[in-house]
């Protein structure tokens, strides 16, 4: 099946198609500010969204400016502040914002206000921008988690969604005091990397409710001796941007985890860590009968070395045994044997299987060709190929490639944000359904 067969639905996104000599136009994003104490966090979204070029206006609610006030975000955002529909009447601004803007974001989303977006109250700027607007609305709640566990607040949480909102899961971690617990304010990055998916076009549906999603993301290490190990450059970016798409479609994640560095984890997402190519093998086979899903996202080491020394190796002395000659053994594969597990029957029949491919070309083969040739040997259903050649996608923001099947087909992933790329694969597993 060529990229041409494939459903239409499949390739579709809400972005106006622009002529290729049109100058994009600025997108007007709206930030919408709950009265919580997470408020202060959403200073950085307005920055983050504001430095890639985006004409940002903030709308906090009264309670709102008791924890920031309304001089630091017109400093920010460069656009007068105002909570009530009463200002600015001459100009219909409570309809008037919500009418122009291509995004909404709300973030802190407090229980009350998510309870009076979700009645289609309208007594403050920022409930009667909602209501005007017919552009994507994402909503970041931040509360304690018993209000967040509340049925009140999870009814509400249902009703938004059921408006088309999309309600981002918060994160697990300290909230005001001592508590520690589901309700955090997830990380600016994270809110405002999925505020540019939504206003990029993409959609992010709640239609992978009641799948289990196993995920492996980042680099493998392969200890030397208690000081140096041999690893990779993956950052575990794009794992961890394809976790937080599939939790936000209502998926149950698990990501096993190698080398991710200091990413934050993906709001609603398990992550169980490793170190070695050996340890994410054992963690994978013993998760991967209980998925639906299994994306081998994670940049594993092919070898290690025969014997990790237990104490430091010395540049000099005995070559056999140093720095200058290290032995070094096949590791498992975890991929092929995924696969082989699916076709023995330890793994459910049904479960999806996608592989990655980190390629370069040479003078003979080009990336695509080579990552051709591994989807044939892993047999995998879907292949992502990544070309990497002059330190491309490892560790930086955005991604590109292929997206290949077992039955021939190629589909572009267009250059994007690697949660942009995330989506666009998911909806490739969508088409194996």
Known sequence: M?????????????????????????????VGVGGGIAAYKTCHVVRNLKERGDDVRVVPTEGALNFVGAATWEALSGHP??????DAVDEVQHVRVGQEADLIVIAP????LMARLAAGRGDDLLTATVLVATCPVLIVPAMHTEMWQNPATRRNVEVLRGYGYTVMEPAHGRL??????AGRLPEPEQIAELARTLVNGHHVDRDWEGREVLITAGGTQEDLDPVRYIGNRSSGRQGYALAEAAVQRGAKV??????????????????????????MYDAVRLHAAESDVIIMAAAVADFRPASSAETKMKKGGD??????????????????????RREEGAV????????????????????????????KRKGCDLLMCNDVSGGGVFGQPNNQGWLLGKDGSVRDIADGSKLDVAVQILNGVDTLK
């Open 2 to 30: 060529a990229v041409a067969d494939l459903p239409e639905e499949s390739l579709r996104t809400d972005s106006a198609v622009v002529p290729q000599d049109a100058e994009p136009r600025e997108r007007r994003i709206v």
């Open 81 to 86: 502040v105002s909570t009530t529909v009463f």
């Open 109 to 112: 989303a407090t229980a009350d």
């Open 176 to 181: 005001t005091g001592k508590d520690t617990g």
């Open 254 to 279: 698990k990501i096993v985890a190698g080398n991710t560095a200091d990413l934050p984890t993906p709001p609603g997402a398990t992550v169980i860590k490793v170190s070695s190519t050996q340890e």
């Open 319 to 340: 070559t056999e045994a140093g720095l200058q000659r290290i032995e070094m053994v096949e590791n498992p594969d975890i991929l092929a044997t995924v696969v082989a």
């Open 348 to 375: 459910p029949a049904e479960t999806l299987i996608v592989g990655f491919a980190a390629e370069t070309g040479d003078e003979e083969t080009s990336a695509l060709e080579y990552a051709q040739a591994k989807l």
